[in-house]
């Protein structure tokens, strides 16, 4: 009970990493589709 460690920085440390991964993931993803789904989009467009 004396000694009591912390490990409040090493937990933000952690939800930080995961956050980035999460954002990488997410851009990577919409890299990706992101070509198609303005395709589609402009599909509609003109068929309006």
Do not use: D, H, K, W
């Not at 939800?15 to 599909?43: C, E, K, T």
């Amino acid at each position: 009970m004396l000694y009591m460690p912390r490990e409040e920085g090493q937990g933000l440390v952690e939800y930080a990493l995961i956050l980035v991964l999460v954002a990488v993931v997410v851009i990577v993803i919409l890299a990706l589709i992101g070509p198609a789904v303005g395709n589609i989009f402009s599909n509609i467009v003109t068929a309006l």
